[in-house]
């Protein structure tokens, strides 16, 4: 098995472990001034190889970081905080990577799911917690699919 199959693999685990504990539309163009031609809008995943590759990598970390985490028996564990806040941070970091507007989004979102979960851990609101949960999944699932996972 591949390690990009495995890392995919053990995050959609610790998203489902979550799930189960808790429970990229494009956008207009801008017309063009005349006279100048607007860049081909870049949509191929296969450009972003490299990136969603990382972004696995990172993800699979966290998977296996925060693997003995219950989030309904320990739901503001400020260690597993730490670390999802610190693979948003990473997520973030990606960004200037990013090749593809569906890549780009779906990180971006990632991203930011990860860290609201990370904040709502800190603030020690369990409903906060759950809802970012659950918007982290979300994300989650459109970043497998921009990636072509």
């Not at 472990?17 to 005349?34: E, K, Y």
């Not at 941070?89 to 799911?113: G, H, I, N, P, Y």
């Amino acid at each position: 098995m591949s390690r990009t199959s495995r890392a995919w693999r053990s995050m959609s685990g610790l998203v489902l472990a979550v799930f189960l504990a808790s429970s990229c539309a494009g956008g207009a163009q801008s017309p063009t001034a005349a006279g100048i031609v607007a860049p081909a809008p870049r949509t191929s995943p296969s450009a972003d190889a490299y990136t969603c590759a990382s972004v696995q990598a990172l993800l699979g970390h966290l998977a296996v970081t925060t693997v003995h985490w219950s989030p309904t028996q320990h739901p503001f564990d400020q260690a597993v905080a730490a670390q999802i806040r610190s693979t948003s941070v990473d997520l973030q970091k990606q960004l200037q990577k990013v090749r593809t507007v569906a890549v780009l989004r779906a990180v971006s979102s990632s991203a930011k799911a990860f860290n609201a979960v990370a904040a709502a851990m800190s603030l020690k609101e369990r409903a906060q917690v759950s809802r970012a949960i659950t918007a982290s999944q979300v994300a989650y699932h459109k970043l497998k699919k921009a990636c072509g996972a």
